[in-house]
């Protein structure tokens, strides 16, 4: 079992930066992957970003190249930059985390962007 705790967001201006942060209870070596969802009012929650063991990463499409999620295995946290927001990228942010086949979410993080 994990707990998760998400930080960081607010409300930016289109173009600004924000940095996620999703801070696990438990140490997070062994996990095999941690992951970055997003939500928007009224849509399906969606995948933003994960990150393997290893430390491979998988981003959406929509997400290419602005964003970048890395992993401090000795801080137990997983973070979230997100550059050149944009006012679609409004969502609550969630932090996601598989372990022995059982999935725990964070309780979200709000990021309104404005044009």
């Known amino acids: 079992q994990v707990q998760l705790v998400e930080s960081g967001g607010g409300l930016v201006q289109a173009g600004d930066s924000l940095r996620l942060s999703c801070a696990a209870s438990r140490s997070i070596f062994n996990l095999n992957a941690m992951g970055w969802y997003r939500q928007a009012p009224g849509k399906q929650r969606e995948l933003v970003a994960f990150i393997t063991r290893g430390g491979s990463t998988n981003y959406a499409d929509s997400v290419k190249g602005r964003f970048t999620i890395s992993r401090d295995n000795a801080k137990n946290t997983v973070y979230l930059q997100m550059n050149s927001l944009k006012p679609e990228d409004t969502a609550v942010y969630y932090c996601?985390?598989?372990?022995?086949?059982?999935?725990?979410w964070g309780q979200g993080t709000q990021v309104t962007v404005s044009s």
């Open positions: 996601h985390a598989g372990v022995l086949g059982s999935d725990y």
